[in-house]
């Protein structure tokens, strides 16, 4: 049976995992789930973001769940890279996922697009790039100052992350790859991420490619999200990309995300995209939508294909039923998506 | 009188920069423009791309007016890095400016957002960052292949442009600098940013501040666009969030760009943002409305703040007077705009 690691962490965490694990014990009864205090909370009590002991008992687990670390107070950074980008880094967490739809029931901002025509995957690398922490500054504070942030790109860390896109557009319906970058200003990290796409392309005659520039895609996103299936992209670029995603399908409210090594060897790590939300905390009135699809990302990470596709179905079925505007308990969608997810 | 250099490129560029002359020479009777080639056609006729003796001569010049450049068969980065760039570093145009406005008249993608609502100008910064060419790779075309992009940010290139960006808001009614950066991973450079940023806002009590994450600004541009007023930014961001800018206030097809030496030591240039269409080249139907919109940048960047807003009026009152959908003829939008900009 799974075992997985939760990490509810702060604000409104706590209460849309709970929802997220409410949905798991229903499809997959005896799931083995260990709660793991981490975030804001914990640092301002203990001054530890995360300790190596705890690193060395996730590793332990199948995969984690994750609410959502951060308060306001915390400077910038300190759980960014100390907690979040620690674990895709430590656990190799190369490709983070991001699924954005326009679900039936659900108002996007674009007045030409309709519910059920936008259904992309961003695949983003997430171990490389302007993330690698690459960089320094020197005469830091006079007028002399220069900073740096060092993009670094590597054949085995791209072409990685290509593969697995092409699987994932392999086994969707409409079988496309966009890769996005901007070959015409980062020349040499273009080149490579060029010719690696190339080749894993010629593997896959089956799908469909095309490439374009990270300026572009952001546009087309806004003018029309619903070309695209999977888009494959960097670290920085993906952030970016897959916020404006959310954007157009209705909001960071309902985006779920999975930070995935492929191959099992360490656990891969599922959570929503939105933070904390300390102003609604402790209220009862935050959506767990985002949360309990990345508990079905989990799942079929797991493979769960079966359990993961009725919870796909119980939230589709949730948000069709909803009334715009209409208030909402989180405990009561919980219980709604645990019920139809069985039924 | 003023002496603009004009290059009117590749593809649809000499129709809509014919128009920006037109309106340029009605309102500023008497303006001395000496034409240049240069672009995909010089190169692939002759392989060059920007000529030593062209940039000394280019540097005579007020200013630079520019249409499009490129055709898809020439290779990624040629005229970008050859001819664009090249013109941005060597002439210190280290203020990229890109206003976004949607315009009476026009629809844009958002259902929300009507027109008049959305009035923003992004100040990028032009000669830094990613930009800088700073980047190579190693054991290429290998399985060992590293690639590298450096970002180099300086306290000089960050501190000027954040003081354009100052002093553009204290100058604007609403007089609001958003400070869009990633802070949270990009900590030296973001540190550097921050604490331009807060220095210069010190000496500005009257302009109102804010930071956003790059990420969550790529979000609120689509969701909610009318909440920015000037948004500072580093070149690549910058790239990316005036493309999403253009996107939300209905297209690039109107949007304008000036690549400003606020100092005037060397020639500012300005252009439209869409690029030659090639598809649409020589039939006389591309809308010339964004070249002349950056020959109005033009006129105000040499100090004719009042043939600049005649000529932007006169922008506003034939895309008022539109009927969406409706076909163009590039001639005579620009008699039209001529007619208007001296009544
Ligand atoms: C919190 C931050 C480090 C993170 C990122 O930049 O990857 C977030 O924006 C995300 O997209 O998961
Ligand atoms: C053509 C390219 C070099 C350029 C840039 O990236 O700056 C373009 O996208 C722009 O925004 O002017």
Redesign the interface.
């Given at each position: 049976m799974a075992r997985i690691a939760v990490v509810a962490g702060d604000g409104i965490g706590p209460e849309v995992v709970g929802q997220a694990r409410k949905v798991l014990d229903a499809v997959l009864p005896g799931i083995e789930a260990t709660g793991y205090d981490l975030g804001a909370a914990r640092w301002h009590r203990t001054g530890e973001v995360l300790p190596d002991s705890v690193l060395d008992e996730l590793a332990g687990h199948d995969a984690i769940l994750l609410g959502a670390v951060g308060d306001p107070t915390v400077p910038?950074?300190v759980l960014?890279?100390g907690l979040l980008?620690k674990l895709r880094f430590a656990f190799d967490q190369y490709v983070n996922l991001r699924p954005s739809r326009l679900w039936p029931g659900v108002?996007g901002?674009?007045?030409?697009v309709k519910p059920g025509e936008v259904d992309l995957v961003v695949v983003r690398e997430g171990t490389e790039g302007?993330?690698a922490g690459a960089?320094?500054?020197l005469?830091?504070?006079?007028?002399?100052?220069?900073?740096?942030?060092?993009?670094?790109?590597?054949?085995?860390g791209v072409e990685r992350v290509i593969r697995d896109a092409f699987a994932r557009a392999a086994r969707r319906e409409r079988r496309k790859v966009t890769l996005v970058h901007?070959?015409?200003?980062?020349?040499?990290?273009?080149?490579?991420w060029s010719?690696a796409f190339a080749e894993v392309a010629a593997e896959h005659p089956d799908v469909t490619t095309e490439y374009q520039h990270?300026?572009?895609a952001?546009?087309?996103l806004?003018?029309n999200p619903s070309r695209y299936d999977v888009v494959v992209t960097d670290n920085?670029f993906g952030?970016?990309?897959?916020?404006?995603a959310?954007?157009?399908t209705g909001?960071?409210g309902l985006a779920a995300s999975g930070c995935i090594n492929p191959e099992g060897r360490y656990p891969s790590m599922f959570e929503p995209v939105h933070g904390s939300a300390p102003d609604i905390a402790g209220k009862g009135v935050a959506d767990p939508v985002a949360a309990v699809l990345s508990a079905a990302l989990l799942l079929d990470q797991l493979g769960h294909a079966e359990a993961a596709a009725r919870v796909t179905a119980a939230v589709a079925a949730e948000l069709a039923g909803r009334t715009p505007g209409a208030p909402l308990r989180t405990e009561e969608v919980g219980d709604r998506l645990a019920a139809h997810a069985v039924a």
């Open positions: 910038p950074g960014e890279r980008l108002t901002p674009l007045a030409a302007l993330y960089g320094g500054s005469h830091r504070g006079t007028p002399a100052e220069v900073a740096t942030e060092e993009s670094l790109n590597t054949r085995h901007k070959t015409n200003v980062l020349t040499h990290a273009g080149s490579l010719r990270v300026d572009a952001a546009m087309f806004v003018t920085l952030d970016i990309l897959t916020d404006i959310a954007a157009v909001g960071i």
